[in-house]
């Protein structure tokens, strides 16, 4: 019955300590049918684990959700993480341009291109078309045409950069701050600081951060974020920040935004297949993995697949989503 009684305003203060708290899904109103319908549809090999984390309580889970495997662009949403909480300290500027920072690459940037900002990297529009390590070249503009902060595009050179500024900025690697500054906060249960490594290449300067991490730490992570950054009683990540962070600051087709390294979707957005009838904010990554935040609904999602070359599509996951949400009750904000 908790999970019927609390109060929205309540529930937010409702976080994991060592280990998750669990709900009877019967008791929370949810539909152990339509659960046990969703476990059998999972298991077809494509998916590792799916938890679903109602109003701060595990109400459904499945599969080894403390098995750590690659999050792949995942990674790109728990940096923004760090630089919301970095640029809150002052030790690193949002307005900075890359001329500023004193950063380059192997092939030299142009005057234009370093006008580029730490936010216009945020946001994904550099304007810097450049090789990188594990490139995104698939429909990548030609080099000059377009001016900082004017043109949207997935770009791995922004993400990877973002590694290297918050290094120089800070004097950590993604790994360590990760590990000291979110991990130990949010009491993780696996990830360490070991779980993370450079994979360098001749491309670029700027190696790409790999992360490994299990169903439940990320689970923390969506669950930090649908509290508007705030972990319990204490504001670890500003609320503004997170707020702009998963408002589209670009719309890049049909109901699908991106903000601040994390994707939005609007209500039955016909440009995003895992879109439901709610608005969403999502962690995505190649495979099958996904941190998928309701906060109409107070939940959120988490799915990873090991299994990458045999994982989960986009498609698939809004499967999963739609399959998820059929066995929930209907408890929206106003």
Not at 108 to 132: F, H, I, Q
Not at 224 to 249: A, I
Not at 288 to 300: E, R, S
């Amino acid at each position: 019955m908790i999970g019927n009684e609390l109060s929205f305003a309540e529930n937010d203060r409702i976080v994991p300590g060592a280990k998750w708290d669990e709900l009877v899904p019967e008791d929370a109103g949810w539909s152990t049918s339509h659960l046990a319908s969703l476990t059998q549809d999972l298991a077809d090999g494509r998916s590792t684990s799916l938890m679903i984390i109602d109003a701060g309580r595990i109400v459904f889970q499945w599969g080894d959700v403390a098995c750590k495997s690659s999050v792949a662009s995942v990674r790109k949403s728990l940096i923004n993480i760090l630089y919301g909480i970095f640029i809150a300290e002052g030790r690193i500027n949002p307005n900075d341009t890359l001329a500023d920072l004193e950063i380059d690459d192997v092939t030299p940037l142009t005057a234009m291109e370093k006008t580029a900002t730490v936010l216009d990297l945020l946001k994904a529009r550099s304007g810097v078309y450049l090789p990188s390590i594990y490139d995104t070249d698939k429909g990548r503009p030609p080099r000059g045409s377009h001016q900082p902060g004017t043109h949207w595009f997935y770009n791995n050179w922004d993400f990877n950069v973002l590694g290297t500024i918050l290094e120089r900025q800070t004097g950590h690697t993604v790994f360590e701050a990760f590990a000291s500054r979110v991990a130990v906060p949010l009491s993780m249960q696996d990830f360490i600081k070991e779980d993370g490594h450079f994979h360098h290449g001749p491309e670029s300067r700027h190696p790409v951060y790999k992360v490994r991490m299990s169903t439940r730490d990320l689970a923390r992570v969506g669950l930090l974020y649908l509290r508007g950054g705030r972990w319990g009683e204490t504001q670890l990540v500003p609320e503004k920040w997170v707020q702009e962070s998963t408002q589209p600051h670009s719309e890049i087709g049909e109901g699908k935004g991106y903000g601040y390294l994390w994707v939005t979707a609007a209500p039955n957005a016909p440009g995003d297949s895992i879109s439901t009838d709610v608005p969403m904010f999502y962690a995505s990554g190649f495979g099958g993995q996904y941190i998928i935040v309701l906060p109409a609904l107070d939940l959120v999602v988490v799915h990873k697949s090991a299994r990458v070359d045999h994982g989960v599509n986009h498609a698939r996951m809004g499967e999963i989503i739609r399959q998820a949400l059929a066995a929930a009750p209907d408890r929206r904000r106003s």
